[in-house]
């Protein structure tokens, strides 16, 4: 029987038995379709509601004296009629469109009428404070005569103070009204005086601005679901994909089921694949289930209509100030044709809208549910692993906690940074990636090539994960709970002594230093602090990092260290190769990065090389030797070569596990342009490690590597000595790379290869390691 | 291989666990036996004597520290799956899947075994009219007595038809009538020429069915053969008294009832 239809066997049971389940069904079928719609048109009554009710709803402004209750009702009732008038106006523009003039009186009903605001005179004009801060009235509001030139066009000027209550939120809409009610006041009297004056309110309005969209209404209406539909899918797809990884795993084991499975003659991994095949296929039907119930509920609740509302009131509120301005100037039939023209094209684009709505709906929802597609399973792959760990189903909810932090906390953050782009290492950092290019799906602005560096680098993410969950699950400890606890998997007294780490755990160890090795890099390196700047996060992640880490957990887990780190001598004939290629070195990896810049067309790197070498110019050359090639070359080696390597070795045939070596060993340097020459340089020194069975040949050629180009350089800079820059091409670095080899590179090249090809004729590697089950046993107590 | 050969070799099988308080634990050290097509062999002994253990090991679960064993002459850390086919495993602890029926559970470790789709209907038929499992068939698991349910494990321990099969504690929890199918069960399929080890703490039903007893006291095998060689060899008859006098100690034993080692 084929794998894929034992996998297919898995798959299918699983996925009939989780379907089967009440739980899952709430999950997946319930929240969607009947509790999720009914929260949203609770939410939409409530806020059409709470609309409704501050329409109706009366303020309490409190003032000193009758005289200035009497102005302010003047002011309020000036307010009205301006707004009556503006009413007719419109009306008689658009005539009786009723789409329309409701769309623009939404924006009038937002300033309150004079019949919702109660004014009262204060018995103790020096009660004020006390009322308003007691809640007694919503604002006072005290006005001052100010002794200015007033003549008899107009009033005098005015102080007028607003108290009112922070805590209050009636009391902030009131003060919010007041103040832009006697801004409102302030124009009128402006435009009074300024007639009076100029005869003419032209000198008003130089310029006229009219602001108009060209983004197409379905893409506006994206934008608004963009900002909140990824967060929302992100939480239904983890959600939906929790409860059959639970089940699957420790559920399993909780009802003694594994061991019926782990004695049947299947693979665990094609177990582990059918059951992470099912809890994708769950997650996706979650979410679109839920795509689905969110598309009908804004569709048809009315959701969509409060949010392309808000859309269409960011529009509206800059073509109602060039409005208002014109109507201000009936004076000029120029404007107001203009007016008219610019109008049109607006209704139209609003009557697009109405349609645009039910279209774009129709056409994201695929495009998003592929792009959610990912994401499912990198989460599957996750919950997978993790939950393959834990024993009981309570034990695996616990887990689960910080799993769904994890998808969760991104994806909000996200959406409160509208701004971030999907580039750089965001577009391979896992959860992040995937939610941004989301929302830039959405907004329909995206490369091919990012999305493609965002789906691959998922799916790497989900195959390990899915291999970690593969290699847990089989596990006897995990399988038995007698077998003894995870204390005894962690503790050192309980560990068994073994030649080397195991292939997971190396590549695990990698995988955590990875990320704080980018933020020590980051964050302690000062570029401006000269060459100490530069030096201190070298130091730290050198020594911390790749040496201190690898050695102490190698110490604590009973390592062999000698294996381990291939600390054996080496033959002298290896030591002397290993100077020719380190000799050679140079120039090879100075034509590769040439090459692959050239190829990229990127400038980026050699902009670095020139900051770091004047951040370098004063540095003591001994210790910026010591700093940047010395440091590195042994401690890179101990965490690659050694650590990893020999992790690798445990389950990958040699050159398999070189070429990861590499591989690792290039994505550490973080820049994309780097790594596919010290990748390659990586699998090198991996190859030389393996075949002279030593770690010391390897940090040879790697100090050589990082410190000959500098020791060029300091040379032909400080003592104006270029025969060895010229020798290894330093001399004629340019800006803009130029592909291909020269006479002289390709020269190096051969030295290289050959000594390494004498490396491997002339050495003899152990033989392949022996499988765990079949190691000699430790010596008995 | 010759009908009399051993089918399943077990050879100095060891497993030493770490404990919390530091110690290693040896659940089973150096246990050796072999057993027949057609023998039902009673590993026996008291609570942690190792039985689970060296049972898990034999079925490929645990992998030994040391030592190894062999079904029909495959290694199940080597040959996981060739070993596996040949094996039929039931233990107390085994569940059912609760929302499958017993057919669905039955159809779906033959498709894992690689059975195709006619060999698995007949075989699941026959299965269900051998334990007499018709009333419920087609019923969830979950919601089956613990008769019912042990009928349709042993249903699924013998979906293959495996030559060697074994059973730790299949009677345990069990009602007098149950129990009756289960030891009807074994000892048919015994003489239909399959190899079973048999783990129980019921000496009498042991006594009963089984044709070769090892008996299993911290770890380690304390006395082997059939119920004659061990009546010479301690001079007592029954095999509850044997076992003691095996064991030497008596401090595990003989608290529950007549002919019960807890």
Redesign the interface.
Known sequence: ?GRYS?IW??YK?EL??TL??RRTLMAMVFVPIVLYPVLMLVLVQALSSEKGRQEQREYRVVVPTETQKQWLEGVLANEDAEVIAWQKQLEALHGSDAAETANTREQLRTRLGSAQIKIAVADDPSHLWDLVRSGLFHAAVITREIEAQADAASDGNRLVQILYSDTSPLSEVVSGQLNRILSNEAERQIRTRVESLAGSLDVLTPVITSNLSTTSPDRQFAKALALIVPFLLVTMTVTGAMYPAIDLTAGERE???L?????????TGQIVAGKFGVIVTIAMLTTTLNLASMTAVIHYGGIGDIIAAGNAAATDLDAAAAEEALLENPAQPGSMEWLQKDHLQRRQRLEMEKAGKATFVAEAVPVVLLSMIPFAVLFGGVMLAVCSFARTFKEAQNYMMPVMMSAIVPAMVVSYMPTIELQGVLTVIPVANIVILMRELFLGNFEASTVALCLISTCFYAAAAVVTAARIYGN?SV??SD???Y??LL?R??L?PATAPSASFAILLLAVLFPINFYVQSSLGDPMAGWQGLAKPVVVTQLLLFAATPIFLAWYMKLDLVNTFSLRMPKLIHLALAIVMGLAVVPVSLMMSNNVRAWFGSEQSMAQFEALAKGLEDAPVLAMILVFAVLPGICEEFAFRGFLQAGLRKSMAPLQAALVVGLVFGIYHIQVIKIPTTALLGVVLAIVCWRTRSLWPGVIVHICNNGLALVAQWLSEKRKDHRLADLYGLSDLTITPAAGITLRDSIFLAIFLGALALIWITSKPEAALQSA?SSP?PA?? | MNATDPIVQVHELTK?????E???KRAADGVSFNVRPGEIYGLLGPNGAGKTTTL?MI?????P??GRALLAGYDP??D???A??Q?G?L?A????????TPR?LLN??G????MDRVARLRRIDELIEWLDMKAFSDL?CGGLSTGQKQRTNIA?ALMGDPPILIMDEPTLGLDVLTNRVVLDFIRAEGARGKAIILSTHYLDDAEVICNRFGLIHDGRIVGEGDLPTLREQTGNRRLSEIFLALCGESEHVLEGGEGVVR
């Not at chain 1, 061991?259 to 693979?267: H, Q, R």
């Not at chain 2, 079925?59 to 992998?63: E, P």
Request: glycine share 8%.
């Open positions: 029987m034992r066997t898995v049971k009939i038995e089967r389940d009802r003694g089921t061991e019926t499975l782990a004695v049947s003659p299947v693979p006897e399988l038995f077998v003894g606890s204390k005894t503790q007294k309980f068994r089950s046993l008995a107590q | 030493i666990f770490p404990t919390t530091g110690d290693e898990r079925a490929g679960l645990l992998t520290t040391s850390r080597l996981r799956e060739t596996k086919r094996l495993y233990t602890s085994t569940g059912l899947y609760q929302r499958l669905e779906y470790f498709e894992l075994i690689g969830r699924r």
